[in-house]
């Protein structure tokens, strides 16, 4: 059981809009900062999101992320095949000692 | 943008010990806390212990405290992973991340691919 609580999947056509939701509680997502991960199997999981919102370099602006209260969303437009991956939310629990907690994860299926 | 490679998983029966590495290139390593996390099969990522860039902290998930040491060697620009008392639920990939910054968690930027531990008798 997760911490952070996401869908265990979601599915969307090449071309439209997906959104991943991440739940938690005041103690997480509500007082500190949000990223999100990309991962593919065999692969190392990548940083698509960081401070809730802001993308690294590299990172096409079709991946968006949003934080409200205790709930942060990722969204990505354009769908391609190559997004076909699991996607997690993360972020410090409160403390360093209650440490980093991540979503159960998403995976993402583009039909 | 840095790299990370991660080395030392293996086959190990109940009980048993591994030290798992982690070298990095690319950037200051002796500026960043680092993480080590895993992947059972068939579940999600699991944070599992965080050192502070100069090593004077570490912190770990319940799942591992008291079994589990992170430890780094900043001259070597590598990360470690020492595990005791293993058991068939640690068979996993093991990642080790970077962090941006220092003595406190943020986001992970740099990620290696992982090394496979299977606990098997």
């Known amino acids: 059981q997760s911490v952070l609580t996401q869908p265990p999947s979601v599915s969307a056509a090449p071309g439209q809009r997906v959104t991943i939701s991440c739940s938690g509680s005041?103690?997480?997502?509500?007082?500190?900062?949000v990223s999100w991960y990309q991962h593919l199997p065999g692969a190392a999981p990548q940083l698509l999101i960081y401070d809730n919102n802001k993308r690294p370099s590299g990172i096409p602006d079709r991946f968006s992320g949003s934080k409200s209260g205790t709930s942060a969303t990722l969204a990505i437009t354009g769908l391609q095949t190559g997004d076909e991956a699991d996607y997690y939310c993360g972020t410090w629990n409160g403390s360093l000692s209650a440490g980093w907690v991540f979503g159960g994860g998403t995976k993402l299926t583009v039909l | 943008q840095g790299q990370m490679v991660e080395s030392g998983g293996g086959v190990v029966q109940p009980g048993g010990s591994l030290r798992l590495s982690c070298a990095a290139s690319g950037f200051t390593f002796n500026i960043y806390g680092m993480h080590w996390f895993r992947q059972a099969p068939g579940k999600g990522l699991e944070w599992l212990a965080f050192i502070r860039s100069d090593a004077t902290n570490e912190y770990y998930a319940d799942s591992v405290k008291g079994r589990f040491a992170v430890s780094r060697d900043n001259s070597k620009k590598t990360l470690y992973l020492q595990m005791h008392s293993l058991r068939f639920e640690d068979t996993a990939v093991y990642f080790c991340?970077?962090?941006?910054?220092?003595?406190?968690?943020?986001?992970?930027?740099?990620w290696g691919k992982g090394t496979t531990v299977i606990v098997s008798s």
């Open positions: 005041s103690s997480n997502i509500g007082k500190n900062y």
């Open positions: 991340a970077k962090d941006n910054l220092a003595s406190y968690y943020y986001y992970m930027d740099v």
